[in-house]
């Protein structure tokens, strides 16, 4: 990345507020809305009066390759929308539109109190107040309502009323609205006081000269950036700045980018309509694609276009150095409109038969997904892949690869690196090159079963959408779990012995809750099952449901259970057995067998989340 070039310097408020009046420093499309309170702006009014530091603006110079769709600060006439500005602000929105709607606009500024509930307020300096020093400043700030009366008792007394300019000269209240143009209404103040013009004309030189002189003399520090900063620095720094306000991503810089290239382009718009369609393609509520972001979507973009890029420099050169596939933060930013007109909507395709893919593995909602980030080389792979998805071959290596990298929680982590290099090690693989690393890499250890107790687990959900997908059938209807039952049914993973015996058995909750004495089941049968064991609430599954026992054994066997033992209510025979089934469900899906050597041989992968909660625990 290009180091940053800046330039540090004061500009006089005044200066900086009619430039924003006149268009001449604007927002970038991306900034989030005006939101300061009332007490924030008399707050703000009070640190200026007093010549106290209120902070930095930062500011980018235009002209350079980055190119944002700017936009006028709130309350600047819409007349000056057309002003090509000469800069925009980064840092410091907040406090230039605070000031600019509270001293250079005379209509009404609408703002928020202390319980959130929008109002509207014009503000007033006490002129006497301000220029007492055993006063508070803040007291000499005050709001008043847009009718400029202040009531009590429910708007029935008037405590101060200000609708006038005459109301205004004899309380001595000084509009805010006019503190960078006071003369018309020194004018006023003086005829108003005529018949007293000495003492109050001096009141008023002083005022004039200590407290709006404190604004028309007040210098804000101004960082300005240089138009040759890149967009990933812009992204960078604004996300330094603004730790406390809207966090900027990749989308919202690459929004404003696009607008800039092209006049009218919305592509929050069409993010928006292509996010609809994907969300309704799988016809179901809450599916895995409901939750996709913009960001992830725009991550396998880059993959796609890095990836064009590749394969036409060596088309030209076998031998050329080419750049790297890649979908880091900085080849996001880089993506040029036009890459994103040539591949995104074949990418959305993409996406589509990544739920259809997770969909065939039994994953139907968005919080049984092992890794959502998996879904974004995942969606890449299927848009090259085009019509050779519909193979069987093609399917059984991509079903290969998902579930290594799933069991061997590979994707936990910073994997920007892996989804480059899994995109095209596996589009090679399925045309005869060697396995993935992924596929390689992956090694799933036989005691982790015995360490997955978390929902939040990637391989712990793994082992759940395996079950339904071998063809668990539900312990009282018999019925196997599709897409559609799974949600008419409210099928979740639940106890096979259940906690409550398990807790009166005096087992160790370590023994108990793992996944191996889990399984799919629906929300009726898990209360059938209740607290009692296995013998007694398979009992009263049969005799409720009038089923045989050997349907009800059959419907055990689909769960990798040995009726049997479990019918004996043997915890350790059942755990035993269960656990020995499981893993051979696993090695199955990774096509390669379970790994039973010594701990120091793991292989490095995601910390199992129990074992982060413990650490956090320590």
């Not at 009323?161 to 143009?181: G, H, K, V, W």
């Not at 095209?424 to 596929?439: F, H, K, S, Y």
Request: one cysteine or more; glycine letters at 6%; proline letters at 4%.
């Amino acid at each position: 990345m290009r180091r940053v070039e800046f330039d540090s310097t004061k500009k006089s408020l005044d200066d900086l507020l009619k430039k924003a009046h006149d268009g001449l420093l604007q927002l970038p499309e991306f900034q989030r809305g005006w939101v300061w309170d009332e007490e924030g702006l008399k707050g703000l009014l009070t640190s200026i009066s007093r010549s106290f530091p209120v902070g930095a603006i930062m500011t980018l110079q235009t002209g350079g390759e980055v190119r944002f769709k700017p936009r006028l600060v709130e309350g600047v006439p819409e007349k000056n929308a057309g002003v090509a500005p000469e800069a925009l602000i980064l840092d410091g929105q907040q406090r230039i539109t605070s000031l600019y709607q509270t001293t250079m606009r005379r209509e009404v500024v609408e703002t928020i109190n202390s319980k959130k509930q929008r109002i509207k307020r014009f503000f007033y300096i006490d002129m006497a107040k301000a220029l007492d020093e055993s006063v508070d400043r803040a007291e000499a700030i005050i709001g008043v309502p847009e009718n400029r009366k202040e009531t009590r008792n429910f708007g029935r007394e008037i405590v101060r009323d200000l609708s006038t300019a005459e109301q205004e000269y004899a309380q001595c209240m000084f509009p805010t609205n006019r503190i960078f143009d006071p003369d018309s209404w020194q004018m006023g103040f003086y005829n108003f006081w005529r018949h007293d013009a000495g003492p109050k004309m001096d009141f008023w030189f002083r005022f004039l000269n200590e407290i709006l002189g404190a604004f028309r003399q007040y210098q804000m520090p101004v960082i300005q950036l240089g138009n040759k900063t890149s967009r990933e620095a812009v992204c960078l720094v604004f996300e330094k700045v603004n730790t406390g306000g809207k966090k900027l991503d990749a989308f919202e810089l690459l929004t404003a980018i696009y607008a800039g290239e092209e006049n009218g382009f919305e592509l929050r718009k069409k993010w928006a309509e292509c996010a609809k369609r994907l969300s309704g393609s799988l016809a179901l509520k809450d599916h895995p694609l409901t939750r996709l972001q913009p960001t992830e979507f725009f991550q396998a973009l880059a993959l796609l276009h890095t990836l064009d890029r590749r394969r036409a420099i060596l088309a030209v050169n076998a031998h050329a150095e080419s750049p790297p596939v890649s979908c880091t933060r900085e080849t996001v930013l880089s993506i040029p409109l036009a890459a994103y007109k040539k591949h995104a909507a074949r990418l959305e395709e993409g996406f589509r038969k990544a739920g259809n893919f997770l969909f065939n593995q039994h994953i139907y909602w968005f919080k049984d997904v092992p890794y959502q980030s998996q879904i974004v080389p995942l969606a890449a792979m299927l848009a090259e892949l085009g019509d050779k998805w519909d193979y069987d071959a093609v399917r059984s290596k991509l079903a290969k690869w998902y579930w290594c990298g799933v069991f061997g929680e590979l994707y936990g982590g910073a994997i920007e690196t892996r989804f480059a290099k899994d995109l095209t090690d596996v589009l090679a693989w399925i045309e005869g090159g060697p396995e993935p690393a992924t596929v390689k890499d992956a090694a799933f250890r036989a005691e982790r079963l015995d360490t997955m107790t978390s929902r939040l687990s990637a391989a712990y959900k793994g082992v759940h959408a395996l079950l339904m997908k071998e063809g668990a059938r539900d312990f009282r209807s018999g019925q196997s779990f599709n897409q559609t039952s799974y949600f008419d049914e409210a099928v979740d993973i639940h106890h096979i012995f259940p906690r409550a015996w398990c807790v009166k058995a005096a087992l160790q909750l370590k023994e108990y809750d793992t996944v191996v004495n889990k399984t799919p089941l629906s929300y009726k049968t898990n209360r059938v099952i209740g607290g009692e064991a296995p013998s007694l609430y398979l009992a009263k599954l049969s005799k409720e449901g009038g089923v045989s026992d050997a349907a009800i054994d059959s419907h055990l066997q689909s769960h990798l259970i040995d009726p049997a033992v479990l019918r004996s209510d043997d915890f350790n025979a059942f755990i035993s057995a269960r656990r020995e089934a499981l893993l051979a469900l696993i090695a199955r899906a990774m096509d390669k067998p379970v790994y039973r050597g010594e701990a120091t041989d793991e292989p490095e992968g995601e910390i199992p989340l129990e074992e982060i909660e413990a650490i956090e625990l320590a």
